[in-house]
């Protein structure tokens, strides 16, 4: 008797079988966790070069990954020669270095392994070879480089002018259009570049101009790209997880982003100003029902250490944060379990903002806890709390944060934490038992300032 796979061809049958397990290795699990990694946005904007990344990962693999650490991505326009500050490109579209089939490859001149076709494959091993993960940053659509020369789409007869939507072009970069999904040839130019991604080796995608758009012509939320990369990547057979930017992603958008990416952005670009951290607050608490494995509100990187060395108009500074609101925002960004990428210079970074950065305790609410939530508001005080997921016992992770600008006392009662026994107590920014407790608890939170515990009960 002939088995199924002599009647119909092996392949044939092997393929059909395996379709439905890459869908699922793809989609499912890619982020049980958030995140965590480095993004060279904040030091290098869009001006990054192969050594400064190649350092950053080094530092990654001797100071970080042992706490958890483990992305690597290089953030927008490796594929110009001379990028301009900022983000602003005017005519400089024309000289984004393609392949034949109009997809973006790195600029040699700052990416010099990336040489004779290689694209970022040589980094990615060498990321790789350190324990790591790699990945890019990509922008909506297809090159407009690509349409003016109106290059092939792979696999098939279809030309970049026959793809290209310009009535959804992105309003803050000039370099891309969008891409008409609903044609067959759209979504073949999406597979196409994430199966030259895939055989690069990229673990991780951040598509910039997808979940938000400040004054669209023809959409604010990017459904069907979204959509159309979220299949590409399945097709792909590797597991790669997708970020989508900017912000604020639609909440209106909540049940389409979770279903279709790993991470998204809950507002606009995240700077070290205390007027940001504040708003993130608000941003957090909404999103709390969307918040689980595989898809993860993003509150955005962390801007700790030296910002803006190259590929801004500003001048080089050190993060304006002062060492309470850094705390906060550290506290805030684990207690909401919000992906953990930070994007200062690595190698330079201070012994303070190293500790926030290795503190095994406060990481494990970020990626251990659950059913995290706010708790109250009282005046300036905030206060967050979620399921500390240890063996034995109750415990309970709690977070109290003043938002004002003087020091002030806050208390929490075994009733706000829903028991009626007593409670112990341990300061985990301080690595510290502090005792049992009947009743409540009180401390003096700083201005600006956060206190994160787990509690026993």
């Not at 990369?229 to 792909?236: K, P």
């Not at 060395?309 to 001048?315: A, L, N, Q």
């Not at 050190?318 to 309470?324: K, Y």
């Amino acid at each position: 008797m002939l088995s199924p796979f002599q009647h119909l061809g092996t392949t044939a049958v092997f393929v059909s079988l395996l379709a439905p397990l890459l869908l699922h290795a793809t989609t499912r699990e890619v982020a049980p966790r958030p995140p965590m990694g480095w993004n060279s946005y904040d030091t290098y904007g869009g001006d990054v070069n192969e050594a400064e990344v190649r350092a950053n990962a080094d530092f990654i693999a001797k100071h970080l990954k042992q706490h958890g650490w483990n992305y690597v991505v290089v953030d927008f326009y490796w594929y110009f020669e001379h990028p301009e500050p900022d983000t602003i490109l005017d005519a400089s579209w024309k000289d984004a270095v393609m392949d034949r089939y109009g997809r973006l490859t790195p600029a040699v001149n700052r990416f010099p392994s990336a040489a004779g076709g290689k694209g970022f494959k040589p980094l990615a091993d060498y990321v790789h070879s350190l324990g790591l993960r790699f990945g890019i940053h990509i922008m909506r659509g297809i090159p407009r480089a690509a349409v003016a020369k109106n290059l092939p789409v792979k696999g098939t007869n279809a030309h970049a002018a026959d793809i290209a939507d310009k009535k959804n072009d992105c309003d803050w970069s000039t370099v891309m259009w969008g891409v008409d999904t609903g044609k067959t040839a759209g979504q073949a130019y999406y597979d196409s570049i994430v199966e030259l991604y895939a055989n690069w080796g990229v673990d991780f995608i951040k598509a910039d101009d997808m979940s938000f758009a400040k004054s669209a012509i023809g959409a604010q939320y990017h459904k069907p790209e979204i959509e159309a990369l979220h299949r590409a990547i399945v097709r792909s057979g590797r597991p790669i997880a997708l970020s989508l930017s900017p912000g604020p992603t639609p909440l209106s958008d909540a049940k389409n982003v979770m279903r279709y990416s790993q991470m998204w952005r809950i507002s606009g670009d995240f700077w070290d100003n205390w007027q940001s951290l504040q708003r993130q607050f608000d941003l957090c608490r909404n999103w709390t029902p969307y918040r689980g494995s595989n898809h993860w509100p993003d509150a955005d990187m962390l801007p700790l250490g030296r910002l803006r060395v190259r590929g801004f108009k500003e001048h080089e500074r050190q993060s304006r944060f002062t060492a309470a609101e850094r705390q906060t925002m550290l506290t805030l960004w684990s207690i909401a379990r919000s992906p953990l990428m930070t994007g200062g210079d690595l190698p330079s970074m201070s012994a303070a903002d190293l500790a926030l950065l290795t503190n095994d305790e406060v990481l494990a609410v970020d990626q251990n806890s659950s059913g995290n939530h706010e708790l109250f508001r009282r005046g300036d005080i905030v206060a967050w709390m979620a399921k500390a997921n240890a063996r034995g016992g109750r415990q309970k992770y709690l977070a109290l944060f003043n938002t004002g600008d003087s020091a002030v006392m806050a208390s929490v009662s075994a009733h706000d934490l829903g028991t009626k026994r007593g409670m112990t107590i341990r300061d985990l920014w301080n690595r510290k038992d502090l005792g049992s407790f009947t009743g409540s608890y009180s401390t003096i939170v700083p201005a600006h300032g956060a206190m994160l515990y787990r509690v026993g009960l």
